[in-house]
């Protein structure tokens, strides 16, 4: 039977994929952790939920044990724009925290292990447009530092003690759920609150920024599909480069203007410019979709709708 660690699930990704997870393997066999932040009222009354710090090895050991866990997801990570505020807490909660769940896993010979990259491994130097699997990882923010890292860690695993690391590059992740915390794809996010709370948005970056984008359902389908691939399918195992949609924060305003004709956007770039400026357009994601079968669902103009539909309902409930 599997029993599922998430770490980090109060944030973003973990808060929905928890959920999606108890539906697969059962409620009790999948528990959430997160450090001091309490997590949504469904998470915590579904199913198990601990408050630790995976920096801090030897509470991750105790849980690991006190729920016989054999798989975990490491969720947990300072992104890049919080990052660049603080480096050291990136490279601690981003490296410390990852050394102890392969180190504990390695221990306690586990199943699996899921460590999601992102596209802040790339960097100047890599191609802009469609981005390869192979290519150059100069990443400029300690986030995309950790990354690159953190890639070459689980394949280092994989190969030195046969442990079962997989990992994607994901791209910024747009949902409806929980905000995103201290990310450059923030924006993304934001314009669609903004859109329905005031009609208007001030956004970080310029028009013509254009990065990989991904739907919630698509990113937790995408880590789900990764997470129960067949092991002996798989020739790449912690750097899947994973596609979905791209568009410029033009073409993105211009995606809600067709349900919001008075929305307004104007542009007001900070230091989250040049972050955005290091990554690449958009994804060649042919090893995942060969090696796993991945395939996304949504495309912008789907995902506006939809996003437009939820951020709406909260509204007039009074939540937002
Ligand atoms: N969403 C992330 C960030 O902006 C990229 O993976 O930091």
Redesign the pocket.
Same mark, same amino acid.
């Given at each position: 039977m599997d029993k599922i660690l998430v770490v980090g699930a109060t944030g973003q990704i973990g808060s929905e994929l928890v959920l999606e997870l108890r539906k697969i393997y059962g409620n009790e066999n999948v528990i959430g952790s997160g450090r001091k932040t309490a997590p949504s009222k469904e998470v915590m009354e579904s199913g198990p939920f601990e408050f630790f710090d995976a920096v801090n090895r030897q509470d991750l050991e105790e849980v690991c044990k006190k729920y016989e866990i054999n798989t975990i997801i490491n969720l947990a990570a300072i992104?890049?724009?919080n990052g660049e505020k603080n480096p050291m807490l990136a490279w601690d909660v981003n490296m410390n925290g990852l050394i102890n769940v392969l180190e504990v896993a390695r221990e306690m010979e586990m199943k699996r292990v899921l460590i999601p990259s992102? $596209?802040?491994a790339f960097g100047p130097g890599t191609p802009l447009d469609c981005a390869p699997q192979e290519t150059v990882l100069r990443p400029t923010t300690m986030?995309g530092v950790t990354k690159v890292a953190g890639e070459l860690l689980g394949d280092y695993y994989v190969r030195k003690y046969g442990l079962d690391v997989r990992g994607l590059r994901?791209p910024? $992740?747009i949902s409806h759920e929980t905000l995103?915390g201290g990310?450059?794809?923030?924006y993304a996010v934001a314009i669609y609150y903004e859109a329905i709370k005031n009609k208007k948005y001030n956004c970080f970056v310029r028009e013509d920024t254009r990065l990989p984008m991904m739907y919630m359902p698509d990113c937790i389908k995408a880590t789900i599909d990764l997470l129960q691939a067949d092991f002996d399918k798989l020739k790449h195992h912690s750097d899947f480069n994973v596609g979905s949609m791209s568009f410029s924060v033009a073409e993105l305003a211009e995606s809600i203007k067709k349900h919001i004709p008075e929305f307004e956007i104007t542009y007001e770039p900070d230091y989250r410019q040049e972050i955005a400026d290091s990554w690449p357009n958009d994804v060649d994601d042919t090893a995942a979709r060969e090696e796993w079968g991945w395939e996304p669902s949504y495309d912008l103009d789907a995902m506006t709708a939809d996003m437009l539909k939820h951020i709406g309902i909260k509204h007039e409930k009074g939540l937002i």
């Open positions: 992104l890049s724009a992102s $596209i802040a986030y994901y910024g $992740i995103p990310g450059t794809t923030d």
